[in-house]
């Protein structure tokens, strides 16, 4: 496969600082019809990720959004084929993947991103499993 994280990824990526409050980062989802908002350091860094489902953990609104945040954040540069993204995600159990470049976020990948190469056609399976021959069992 040839294509790079760069192809698929969406590049317009909204993102938040952690002392902002929770029931701000849900506003912000809901405006722009997202399920996942990239957390920044002042250097515009990923330092997080929250997601939808980190609202099932309820700490309130008013709380900010660094109590949400998991120590270590994973990223993948652009110019990676989607196999390496694909595989971080899988081993991890994530659904978003962060998009850098020279630490920066340039874009953000998610799960239905890469199902869409399967649903476009652009994947192709390297070596697709062979039908397994019945055997013919003699008495």
């Known amino acids: 496969m ?7 990824m969406v590049r317009n990526v909204v993102t938040t600082e952690p002392h902002k409050s929770i029931g701000h980062i849900k506003e912000i989802m809901t405006k722009n019809h997202i399920s996942c908002v990239p957390v920044v350091n002042s250097d515009n860094e990923p330092v997080g990720v929250v997601t939808t489902n980190d609202f099932k953990m309820n700490p309130g609104d008013s709380s900010p ?20 993204a694909a595989k971080v995600m899988r081993k991890h159990h ?26 476009e056609h652009k994947f192709t399976m390297k070596n697709p499993p062979t039908p397994k021959k019945k055997r013919n069992h003699r008495d």
């Open 2 to 8: 040839n294509i790079k994280i760069a192809d698929l």
């Open 94 to 119: 994530f659904h978003h993947l962060i998009v850098t470049h020279e630490k920066e976020i340039v874009g953000i990948v998610s799960s239905f991103d890469l199902l869409s190469l399967l649903d």
């Open 65 to 84: 959004v660094s109590q949400l945040l998991s120590g270590h954040v994973y990223t993948v540069p652009a110019y990676n084929d989607v196999s390496v």
